[in-house]
């Protein structure tokens, strides 16, 4: 029996330990790859593809930037109301103000962090260099958001920070 309480007491005390540890919230790797595509496509750029759509002077115009659209975003979303929600707020939208202003993005880095153990919530950091036409050297601005992913790993919201990048493209 002593031998019994002796294999079993550090079991215990293992157990014990771990159930008294706060869990650390745990990162998907799926929710990262899509959260990842959607930024990637939004902040990098703009595309000669882009430009080409933006520049037409047709009444197609609005069509093929809707597939256009559709093509790089949709599926990263958990349903139509999400991704016209990202469409309307974001989409290419965010690449206006580097085409209007001669500048080309590229994301460097992008930091996750997991907001809570439950739920599929995370706030993003990201670097992005700026380029301005004619310059050689780029600038690094921050932008911040968040992502809420459902089960499946699909968006149903998002947020992205843009208001001092677009400052720093238009001082």
Known sequence: MSQFV??????????VAACAEEKEPMVKKEDIQTIEAVLRNSLTGPSDELRSILDKESEGKSDTLHQYEERIFKEYFANETSYTEFINRY???????PINNDYQLKIKT???????AK????????????????????HVENVSGQANLNDEHKIEEMLIRTEELYKSMTN
């Open 110 to 116: 992008i930091d996750y962090e997991k907001t809570a």
């Open 6 to 15: 002796i294999v079993l007491y550090p079991f215990l005390l293992f157990m």
């Open 119 to 138: 739920d599929s919530v995370y706030n993003f950091s990201i670097e992005l260099e700026l380029l301005k036409e004619g310059s050689e050297k780029p």
């Open 91 to 97: 989409g290419s939208g965010l690449m206006v103000e």
